[in-house]
């Protein structure tokens, strides 16, 4: 039971915008993440560029091309005009669509499949032409996956935050992990595959993957970054990695 792992550079990136200095640098903590051996890396460029800057995504593509080619990118964010222009110029090997205003500190809920899938199949289908993944951003629901089924998509990105929030509440986490792992079976009997990111940690890692043996990726920034101010970034990407089921 192993799943991959992706790290989000966003909580570094704005880090490094408090100052009007190049460090931390984005790339560079990339670099040593994948060193580690991380899976690939994940960006979420909102449109006030708040953390990852839309520069920045050309360097991060051309640190994966020319010295990890196997690793992966992941672009995450809402759809717009602009962002679709952003990833078909960067070209990850991954997508994930999120429906989130761009107010919002962050991505707090999954799409409505039901009312949105006719928005998104004809995204879907323009990023798979790209070449790209296609993974849409779920909330634990498994009603909801014959419709995430409707529009094309690759994976879903399950929706943890609720099951982070229960850190301090064995019983609740209980509860969201079998919401978690019941929408992840629907996708699996639909031929999706499951993705997950939001307040994920080495603590909390660990249960969802026993529940959800098929897990193939997993999306972490803020903990592995909070983490890596107190053990470094090298070994907070081994952390994880044992924690997704890695040998390290």
Not at 83 to 106: G, I, N, R, Y
Not at 136 to 152: E, N, Q
Not at 217 to 246: K, N, P
């Amino acid at each position: 039971m192993t799943a991959e792992l992706s790290v989000n550079l966003n909580a570094v990136a704005m880090l490094r915008n408090r100052r009007d200095l190049p460090w931390p640098s984005v790339t560079g903590l990339g670099r040593i993440a994948l060193a580690a051996g991380a899976h690939g890396l994940t960006v979420h460029p909102r449109p006030d560029e708040r953390h990852i800057r839309f520069s920045d995504l050309p360097a991060i593509r051309a640190l994966i091309d020319a010295e990890f080619p196997t690793a992966e990118f992941n672009i995450e964010g809402y759809p717009s005009t602009e962002f679709l222009a952003l990833v078909a110029a960067a070209k990850p090997e991954q997508v994930t669509l999120v429906p989130d205003d761009p107010s919002q500190p962050t991505s707090d809920h999954g799409w409505d499949f039901e009312r949105q899938g006719g928005f998104l199949r004809p995204i879907v289908e323009r990023l798979k032409e790209q070449g790209a993944r296609v993974s849409l951003f779920a909330d634990a629901d498994p009603a909801a996956m014959r419709a995430a089924a409707a529009t094309g998509c690759d994976r879903v990105e399950l929706y943890t935050g609720p099951y982070g929030g229960t850190y301090d509440d064995p019983g609740a986490a209980g509860a969201e992990i079998e919401r978690l792992g019941a929408t992840a079976d629907a996708a699996l009997e639909l031929g999706i595959g499951v993705n997950a990111g939001h307040d994920l940690t080495v603590a909390n890692l660990p249960p969802l993957i026993v529940r959800i043996p098929q897990l193939a990726e997993v999306s972490i920034g803020h903990g592995l970054t909070a983490d890596a101010l107190e053990y470094g970034m090298v070994e907070t990407v081994r952390r994880f990695r044992r924690a997704c089921g890695q040998s390290v």
